[in-house]
């Protein structure tokens, strides 16, 4: 059979798509007409498995610069590969490897159409963000979108044009490992941060060499896991699903994500990977999505587990037909798709859906015109790990670090003439600090806080580790290989303190004990971290603790006795230099929580967005019938968007323009907000509101709007905010979104915990 090919122009396809078929008129460039003429164009010249082969995406299954695999199933997956039966592939990367695969698809198949390759840069390639739960730490969306510009330019570099990022799932459960990779518990900030992203991995132009296709994942419901543990079941209400749920969803789609991924979850009894709610009645049909929908790893084949298949045929059957286009992993929509047409099982035309949405990301991202062009092997040592990307994850990493507590201003540390021990397990390691999800990263490639701080000559700088974190390879962790015994290294620790005037510990998670597969029923600091800090707070009180972790943690002792706590999440390539510059005041800490802070894991879920009870507060003295624990206060540790500064802002004179709107008005809030201290600085100005009656109860608190102010030492400015229908509009009992009449609070403060508040009225 005569081969067509598409790269090099002679497939008649592009012929056929340059002209308009009837009149043979030139169409725009721009048109979406073109696009579908042409996507449609390619798909009359398939074959039914062809088709199929588009939903397949494998994951590279050999030494793609060395000989083709001849026997087993690498050599099975290569022939699909030849006879253009694979669409895409993962966690193939550097040009010399994608130009590899992408050639095979391309010269050797039937019809020569280019894979798509994906690849989890999920904080950065090369260079390393910090992990998105401490980038939505900064409320910084112009800082969050140019982190995602970094990644997105490293990833192209090295052949790959398809990232599974941003996460936006929602979650109010610390245990769950995978908080650290989306933006915590709120579903405003969380969409805000969700679109940043988007922009910074798609830019404006999608077939630019620099940028990327961004996927929304999972969809939906997987922050909700109950217990905290990943991959298990979720219940929920429909009011939560509408309310907290899908809302950063919404809001990435209508940024223009290309792509969605489903979830391993079952939602509400149906796996979300076989659920037609999900991806047919919502992200297909109401929302109007155009784009491609990939299954996670395996989880069209999972639903076997589930019980919700009885084979491989029938999830495959369950899965397309539900609307899941891409078969990631499980190989059975290539194995069973083209009986199941046959058996019309499967309606051939759910096929050329999914296929058209695979051909027209291809097409957007410039493959059709050019399949190499990612594959420029000088472009990738010149874009991957450059200076100017460095500066940018640094000043990222800076704008993560909150300042959880500061008492008698021991921050920040002075540059010269003071003893400093700097201990912990964690001080000295450079790579931990680049976290979970940096597959491409290089292993102890981060600085370490250590050698942030020897840049400061000013000081004596002394260094003890005190303990080991992890015994064993930190990669295997989640196999009890956390030091619970080894206090060798206290005695050192000890005496390092003793006569410091400051002492700095550096502890944490190691950057393994967060990310996916890593729940904790425990959020304390792991091994005999405590014990250390204790013993040295025996010795000198004046302790700077500077945490490293990957979600919140249960810090009740340390609150109490130690006087200044730093989070620094787990920041990337650029960690210890940015955790020097703050603690040495060359930077002024701004981030707030994205995630409230428990005081106890028996409080979990605890979040700010909560909704009262019928018996919110004590009835009277002594009585114990009312919402709350008998050894425990309801309130959290540290709440959301709670982050102090080395100076202090007072926020007053909280007005309205008017006291009331109508449907199709608005009204305007102001506050003024002083800085009253000695430095200059940045607040995360919060605007809540609370709708006090309404059709399904509503939460006490909802974040609606923020901004980063900058603000000089004493320097007050205005901030105003404008409130409408969509501010108050919510899923109502009429099972729709929509803003119902009634009184509300507006709330405004530098966190969830508000300190001035108003009221306004709303008539539709």
Known sequence: MKKLKIYGGVLAVLILTACNPKTGDKLANSNEDELSRKVDSVLSLMTLKEKIGQMNQYNGFWDLTGPAPSDGEAAKKYEHLRNGLVGSMLNVRGVKEVKAVQKVAVEESRLGIPLVIGFDAIHGYKTISPIPL???????????????EVSAAETAASGINWTFAPMVDISRDPRWGRVMEGAGEDPYLGSMVGVARVKGFQGDDLSAVHTIAACAKHFAGYGFSEAGKDYNTVDVSESLLQNVIFPPFKMVKDAGVRTFMNSFNDLNGSPATGNAYLQRTVLKGEWEFDGMIVSDWGSIAEMIAHGYAEDGKHASEMAVNAGSDMDMESYLYIEHLEELVAEKKVDVKLIDD????????????????????????????????????REAVLDMAKKSIVLLKNENNLLPLKKSGQKIALIGPLAADNNSPLGSWRIAADDHTAVSVLDGMKKYEGNNLIHEKGAELVIGDPAFVMETKINTTDKSGFEAAKNAARGADVVVMVLGEHGFQSGEGRSRVNLDLPGVQQELLKEIYKINKNIVLVLMNGRPLTLNWEDEHIPAIVETWHLGTESGNAIAQVLYGDYNP?????????????????????????????????????????????????PFGHGLSYTTFEYDNLQLDENSFSSGGSITASVDVTNTGDLDGKE????????????????????????LVELKKGEKKTIRFEIDEETIEFFTANRKWEAEAGNFKLFVGGSSVTTLETDFRYED
């Open 590 to 638: 701004s981030g707030k929580l994205p995630m409230t802070f428990p005081r106890s894991v028996g409080q979990v879920p605890v979040y700010y967005n909560y909704k009262n009870t019928g018996r919110p507060v004590i009835p009277a003295p002594n009585l114990v019938f009312w919402t709350h624990y008998i050894d425990e206060q309801n309130s959290p540790l540290y």
């Open 354 to 389: 999914a296929v058209r949405r695979i051909l027209r990301l291809k097409f957007e991202l410039g493959l059709f015109d050019d399949p190499y062009k990612y594959c420029d092997e000088e472009r990738e040592k010149e874009v991957i790990g450059s200076e100017e990307h």
């Open 684 to 707: 995360v100005v919060q605007f809540y509101i609370r709708d006090l009656v309404a059709s399904t109860t509503r939460p006490v608190k909802e974040l609606k709007g923020f901004e």
């Open 134 to 148: 401490a980038e939505a730490a900064s409320w910084d969306m112009a800082a969050i979108q140019r982190s995602a």
